[in-house]
Nanobody, 124 residues
């Protein structure tokens, strides 16, 4: 059974940095495109970034230039380096896996596997 497990969420001051990790098991990690989403309570799940199987990446407009997504296929692990954090980045962050993400990677229905989320809180 495939599982995704996020870690690295924390409370930080604005301007700080965090690195999220997502450990995958039970799936062929290298053949899946991987993405990060975020969601506030009562809100919709929004695409943050995606990394395709060829390591090409795309980002949501609000995080471009501040966040970096990467993957280590040997370790079955996805990362999200978050710099210059802002209070509006406060959310629960989820990783997700799909066999095809598409250029519009924020379509949640494409993702078969999801983690449980890790909370990021940024204070001003």
């Amino acid at each position: 059974q495939a599982q995704l497990a996020e870690s690295g969420g924390d409370s930080v001051q604005a301007g700080g940095s965090l690195r999220l990790s997502c450990a995958a098991s039970g799936l062929h990690f290298a053949s899946h495109c991987m993405a990060w989403f975020r969601q506030a309570p009562g809100g919709e799940r929004q695409g943050v970034a995606v990394i395709y199987t060829d390591s090409d990446t795309r980002y949501g407009d609000s995080v471009k230039g501040r966040f970096t997504i990467s993957r280590d296929d040997a370790r079955n692990t996805l990362y999200l380096q978050m710099n210059s954090l802002k209070p509006e980045d406060t959310d629960n962050y989820f990783c997700a896996a799909a066999t095809w993400c598409g250029p519009d990677f924020y379509v949640t229905a494409r993702y078969k596997y999801w983690g449980q989320g890790t909370q990021v809180t940024v204070s001003s």
